[in-house]
């Protein structure tokens, strides 16, 4: 498997960030009784305007938010782990606005869970880790689905890295997809339609990004390399801006053993689906 980290990782956030919103921030520390004992916790007291620190440790959580904001910053995706052993550790429906940064996301058990789930929300995940989901890392869905994720790590899942479907449409950029039993990069459903920008997908069991049942996306400057298949596969009914034809001008699909784009019917077949 590849390093998660392949240089020392950055030093923690010590310092309680300001919070921009101008309400109250709620420490997690549990390790100090005078703080959140998890992140839980802490998320429930906080109103719209507060946020929340996370200080360094390895928390068992897991965080369901819906129907409200989110301000949720940890102190380094390699000092703040969440992990849960019962569902997914992060849960988000219908969340309006917000962000999370600086955490990582872990599933620990043996159901049908992700490590993070991301449904109908528009709020901003940035600088986290996903990892060791049984179904994808993240799957992000639902017809009202419009987060951004910039510069987060999706290793370890046992289906793929990000999973868009169900009509959503988010922003994914600079995200890094390695080392997924399946795809980094999945796309599938009519209405369905990312932006997949500067994404790094390698070393990936199957293939690079997947699209299919007629999935659209932009798919611009992203890299694609050393998965075990194909850079790009998709099925006819889907399509790509910009067309196949340029795609390969548009992105870096080098250095996969079957090549760099395929359009096939059956683009699950190796995997009895």
């Given at each position: 498997m590849s390093s998660i980290s392949k240089s020392d990782p950055p030093a923690p956030i010590q310092e309680i960030p300001p919070n921009p919103l101008g309400g109250k921030t709620f420490v997690v520390d549990q390790s100090d009784v005078d703080c959140y004992p998890r992140p839980s916790a802490a998320i429930k007291d906080a109103k719209s305007q507060d946020q929340v620190f996370i200080r360094p440790g390895i928390y068992e959580d897991r965080l369901f938010v819906a129907d409200q904001p989110i301000h949720l910053i940890g102190a380094g995706r390699d000092h703040v782990q969440i992990f849960s052993r019962r569902s997914g550790p992060l849960y988000l429906q219908k969340v309006p606005s917000g962000y999370i940064s600086g955490i990582t996301f872990r599933y620990v058990g043996s159901d049908q869970h992700s490590a993070m789930n991301i449904l109908d929300s528009t709020c901003a995940i940035s600088q986290c880790r996903a990892m060791e989901g049984i179904l994808s890392g993240i799957v992000i869905y639902g017809p009202e689905c419009r987060p951004t994720l910039s510069d987060n790590e999706v290793c370890s899942n046992r289906e793929s890295g990000i999973f868009t479907f169900g009509g959503a449409r988010p922003y994914l950029t600079k995200n890094v997809c390695f080392d997924n039993h399946h795809f980094g990069l999945a796309v599938r459903d009519d209405g369905s339609n990312p932006d997949l920008i500067k994404n790094f997908c390698h070393h990936n069991m199957l293939s690079g990004i997947l699209l299919f049942h007629g999935a659209k996306a932009l798919i611009l400057?992203?890299?694609?390399?050393?998965?075990?298949h194909w850079g790009v596969v998709m099925t006819p009914d889907s399509q790509t801006s910009p067309e196949q034809e340029q795609l390969l001008q548009a992105n870096a699909l080098t250095n996969n053993p079957r090549g760099?784009?395929?359009?096939?019917?059956?683009?699950?077949?190796?995997?009895?689906?």
């Open positions: 400057e992203n890299t694609c390399e050393r998965n075990f760099a784009l395929i359009v096939t019917h059956e683009p699950l077949s190796e995997i009895g689906r």
